[in-house]
């Protein structure tokens, strides 16, 4: 068994196939592995990348059987906990953690074989080619890979029907499948109802909820405005997108969304901003709007702005909000 792949991609088809084989009920598991879950989700993935990439960078060549158990249970475990807590941003920066882990483990890796398992894993077996600096892919398996507007495909590489990459477009076109794929095995909350989840499941992720009020420690009642020349230059450059029709893409809209509600917009002025999109659908986003109401969710802090691509300066802040105060924005 290469326990060194299982370390690396717990997410994987081996990953999945090692867990089933030793039989584990995830229903029943160890007391451990909840608290290591739960670590997890509140510390680990929201660390820097710096501090990520030590981590990482121990697990390059590790094969220790020991360290597998508990990744390739930690991974599952996880996704539970997720659609207890039904918060988008934490499923995003959970996604976001493993597509990260994903480019550095295909960058610093030696093992040709590891590294065309797992290619091959992502792509659902399509077939795909190497052929001297690039790596080759039908155009129609490319566009049926849900990527959204986060990967934009570059017609020019296209030739024959087929797209040529470099290998580093490559690796970030197969992280965003990755991070969509994961994203999409997330059960939602009310799908969840029906099953059997033992009670200290959702002890945990119940304190897991209260962890992530206490971390965004501004809150919807704290800064108001609507005046745009008040907003972080992150989510000024947003507001002005939507208004201008731009098309953006479904965590973007929701990171907007939630701002909106935090700075004293009523849900019916957020649903008149999103009017403006091209890609507008008011069933949609009156639905996605009433959840953020009803959730109360709040900013994302700027750690996972930046791991969701959405910074655009250095605010020498660690949350957005933090810039309406030292903007003299009123309580």
Known sequence: MQY???????FSKKAKEYLDSQNIDLLDI????????TTFLLKTISQNKQNKELDWKSYLKLEDKSIADVF???????????SIVDSTALNQAYANYFMEQ????????????D?????????????????????????????????????????????DGNIYFDEQDFYEFLGLVLKKKILKTIVSADDLKTAKIPKNFYDYAKYISKKLLTISSFKKTNYQT??????????????EEILFGHKLSHVVNFHLA????????TKEQVLDVFKNATNYDEKIASYQISK????????????????????????????????????????
């Open 4 to 10: 060194n792949y299982i370390i690396k991609y717990p």
């Open 30 to 37: 160890d007391e451990t592995i909840l608290k290591k879950t």
């Open 72 to 82: 390739v249970k930690l991974y599952p475990t996880s996704k539970l906990f997720l």
């Open 102 to 113: 994903f480019l550095f483990f295909v960058k610093n890796s030696k093992k040709d074989y």
């Open 115 to 159: 590294l065309e398992e797992i290619i091959e894993d992502i792509l659902d077996n399509k077939k795909h080619e190497h052929k001297d600096d690039k790596y080759v892919l039908k155009l129609i398996d490319v566009l049926s890979f849900d990527t959204g507007s986060d990967f934009k495909l570059q017609y020019q590489n296209l030739y």
């Open 226 to 239: 609507k005046n745009k020349e008040e907003f972080p230059p992150c989510f000024k450059k947003l507001y």
């Open 258 to 265: 939630v701002f909106l509600y935090n700075v004293g917009f």
């Open 292 to 331: 953020i109401f009803e959730k109360e969710y709040s900013v994302a802090n700027c750690q996972t702005l930046i791991s969701n691509g959405l910074c655009v300066n250095e605010c020498k802040v660690s949350h957005p909000l933090q810039l309406l105060k030292k903007n003299g924005v009123k309580k």
